[in-house]
């Protein structure tokens, strides 16, 4: 049996890096894993490579940054499981590295729309669902330089800074009347396409493969922690 057995998982930004990695690690462990994204056929990839290694998995393919589309999963969540034990928002865009005088307002909104306003609507709409668990986990992966500011990464750390303030106030809300429990991931250098296109110089080989930090998310989630909690690797 599995440590995550009974359990239901929803993974944001599933369909590759390290989204795929934690959903795959997640399911390997015993949780029913609920796959999200915008490319249906990536998906797919991820739940046929969960499904060859005996796990279990559902994709749901949708742009998180359409509320509407965000409400009809947690419906379809509620109608058909009733709760919802493991909700990662992972699903974020980098945008372009530029000095702050130079940021497009309208890419910068994109930006804000996925990293931040997206992830408010995830929480609001699968809130119940999580309190429903007897021990809720939300856990929101960020960046260092949203909590360290560094030039030319503004728009960005800009995001994943008021990404940490949304999701440690949800937490410290639920802290004293529900069992619900949220986290900060920072996962540090790791081989993902946004890596790629941040540092194109960089040798992939050189940093760590998503499924380390997709192992140390699964292990953490086994263990009790208190909200506020950061898992910097």
């Known amino acids: 049996m599995g440590v995550f057995d009974g359990k239901l ?31 249906a056929k990536d998906l797919e990839k991820v739940e046929d490579a969960i499904f060859e290694s005996g ?20 419906t379809a969540v509620k109608e058909r499981w009733g709760k919802l034990d493991i909700l990662i928002l992972n699903a974020a ?7 702050v005088p130079a940021i497009d307002g309208t ?10 306003i997206a992830q408010q ?14 021990a809720g986990r939300l856990l929101a992966l960020t960046s260092s330089v949203g909590s360290k500011p560094r030039a ?32 900060i991931i920072d996962p540090g250098k790791t081989r993902t396409e946004m890596r790629a296109k941040a540092y194109p110089g960089e040798d992939p080989a050189t940093v760590k493969q998503p499924s380390v930090v997709a192992d ?3 292990q953490m989630l086994e263990q009790d922690f208190e909200s506020g909690h950061r898992l910097k690797l």
Request: overall charge negative; glycine content about 10%; proline content about 3%.
């Open 9 to 39: 998982a929803l993974v944001t930004g599933a369909s590759r890096g390290i989204g795929a990695a934690t959903a795959t690690a997640l399911a390997a462990r015993g949780a029913h894993v609920i796959l999200t994204a915008r490319n």
């Open 55 to 74: 796990g279990s998995a559902t994709i749901a393919p949708l742009d998180i940054t359409d509320g509407e589309s965000i409400a009809r999963l947690a």
């Open 93 to 99: 865009m980098l945008g372009s590295l530029t000095p």
């Open 107 to 116: 890419e910068f909104g994109k930006v804000i729309t996925l990293n931040l």
């Open 121 to 134: 609507a995830m929480i609001a709409h699968f809130d119940a669902l999580l309190r429903a668990s007897d």
């Open 152 to 183: 030319y990464w503004g728009a960005y750390g800009a995001s994943k800074a008021a990404l940490e303030s949304l999701v440690l106030s949800y937490g410290e809300e639920c802290e004293n009347i529900s069992p619900l429990r949220t986290a």
């Open 216 to 218: 140390a998310i699964a």
